[in-house]
């Protein structure tokens, strides 16, 4: 009995050589788990061209953190597409958003900027934005550059180029100098033949654009020849190579706030934009003019020496056609400011109209310049006055003459033209002949009498040494005189010689023998 409880015992106990197999077959069914039913999610990345991307090798990154790797590169069925077969990790499949954008990153050198310089070591690789979409996908599309905006939250528009400048994506939208929004990419409207550009507008910028502000090329340095010389301005680096596009709003109207995929039309500098955006403006006048040389687009309309418009058309015919009419005045449409203190300009100008107190005059700008500005004054009744009173119904400012320093140099011009340079030309090469053969009898005259003075004044000179002159006769009495002096001093300066002590003890006197005492 107790052999066979032994018996029992021994084969209930748990045998150590079991552990390794329950071990193998644990790692063995993990590792069967980890690569193939939690080994993650499988997407395909259609691209262009898989350039700098390896089987394997390449990763897939958000905010650089590595999320997937390449498993495997393929060609689609038409054979226009590369597939990019690629696993994310199971911990970030909640990035597969159907609307995240993914994209290649490697070394790029364009106009706008410099990026991906750390792949040149790393290589290619994979990145990704997470959309907000509620829905999941194992289908994108990867572009092939980077995309621009996904960074930040936004407003999406679109903009339809009415330039001939292509912009490129990345560029910078300012607004007063301050970026406020930038050019996502750009695609061609087959329909309307031009490029259309999606911008983004920052969020936070949003309220800085209406539905009355208009965008325009900037194409970075501004140069401009007014009465105050020649001013240019340079902006930063970036705009100066490569340009930017600025927006605001000239007009005095109240817009609507921006909207998402709202449409504007980019102008192609901001004399167009501002003349779009004026165009509806109720401070329009027009000027009738004989010759529009004098005047340009973009000249300046002053009252009292302050800038309060200018020209933004010219000419504005209704009819093209009616430019090569010759009894048609050509027109000038102005457009004040509406802004600041100019809001009234348009009640101001129409009583002063009625008055015929309003006139216009055309100033040179400057010297250096051949544009002239607007001048707008208060003038008498008789010089403000034009048989022309409206045109496409706007009112006409009538013109009166002036006489400014480029009218006078052409005035003295023409007189200039009008005399006979042969005739001229003749009468001053006699008068110079005349005034040549004068100028040798002159120097003829001189020549003789400088000739006659001097022989005569050497003459007198000579004539005064001689023997019966008053100079000759004092010279002979001086030297007499001379001579009887130095023959007194004759015997003097000898008995010096013979004792120098004769002049102070007498010459006379014996000198004292001394004697020997006690002889």
């Known amino acids: 009995m107790e ?28 590792l069967i788990w980890s690569n193939t039913f ?98 999941l996908s194992k289908e994108f599309t990867c572009l092939d550059e980077t995309p621009y905006g996904f960074d930040e939250q936004g407003i999406i528009i679109r903009l339809e180029n009415a330039s001939e400048r292509i912009i490129n994506p990345g560029t910078a939208i300012n607004y007063d100098g301050f970026k406020i929004g930038v050019i996502v990419n ?55 190579i490569s340009g930017s596009i600025d927006v605001k709003q000239f007009n005095s109207k109240k817009g609507n706030p921006l909207k998402d995929n709202a449409e504007y039309t980019l102008y192609k500098n901001q004399r167009a934009a501002k003349f779009a955006n004026l165009i509806d403006s109720d401070s329009k006048y027009v000027l009738m003019l004989d010759d529009s040389s004098p005047l340009a687009e973009g000249s300046q309309v002053m009252f009292r020496g302050v800038k309060i418009g200018e020209v933004v058309k010219l000419p504005w015919f209704d009819n093209k056609a009616d430019l090569f009419d010759l009894n048609n005045k050509i027109p000038a449409l102005l457009i004040m400011d509406e802004s600041g203190a100019y809001d009234r300009t348009q009640q101001l100008f129409n009583s002063l109209l009625s008055k015929n107190r309003l006139c216009a005059r055309l100033d040179s700008m400057s010297i250096l310049s051949s544009s002239s500005v607007v001048n707008l004054m208060i003038g008498p009744k008789i010089k403000c006055r034009s048989s022309i009173k409206k045109f496409r119904d706007l009112s006409v400012i009538p013109i009166i003459a002036s006489t400014d320093f480029k ?67 004092s010279l002979i009495n001086m030297a007499d005189k001379l001579n009887k002096t130095l023959d007194e001093l004759n015997p003097t300066v000898k008995k010096v010689g013979q004792k120098s002590n004769s002049l102070v003890f007498s010459s006379d006197s014996k000198d004292i023998e001394p004697s020997v005492s006690g002889k």
């Open 3 to 30: 052999n066979k409880e032994n018996a029992i015992s021994r084969k209930r106990r748990f045998s150590l050589y079991w552990i390794v197999p329950i071990i193998a077959t644990i790692v063995t069914i993990s």
């Open 407 to 473: 009218e006078s140099i052409n005035n003295f011009s023409k007189k200039l033209n009008e005399v006979e340079i042969d005739k001229l030309s003749a009468n001053l090469n006699k008068t110079v002949e005349d005034f040549d053969e004068t100028l040798k009898s002159v120097r003829k005259i001189t020549e003789s009498i400088n000739r006659n003075d001097s022989v005569s004044h050497l003459t007198n000179t000579l004539s005064s040494y001689d023997s019966h002159s008053e100079l000759y006769k």
């Open 38 to 135: 939690n080994k993650g999610e499988l997407i395909k990345l259609y691209t262009d061209e898989a350039s700098g991307i390896e089987s394997g090798k390449t990763l897939v990154k958000f905010r650089s953190v590595t999320v997937g790797t390449v498993e495997n590169i393929s060609l689609s069925e038409d054979f226009k597409k590369t597939v990019i077969y690629a696993r994310i990790k199971p911990d970030f499949t909640e990035l597969l958003n159907s609307d995240s954008v993914f994209w290649i990153v490697k070394p790029r050198i364009n106009s706008t900027n410099i990026s991906g310089l750390d792949t040149i070591l790393s290589g290619s690789y994979i990145t990704l934005h997470k959309g907000s979409s509620e829905e």
């Open 186 to 240: 750009s695609d061609y409207d087959m329909d309307k033949k031009h490029t259309v550009y999606t911008a983004k507008i920052l969020k936070k910028f949003a309220s800085l654009v209406s539905d009355q502000s208009v965008f325009w090329v900037d194409s970075g340095l501004d140069m401009n020849l007014g009465a105050n010389g020649l001013q240019f301005s340079v902006p930063s680096i970036d705009n100066f």
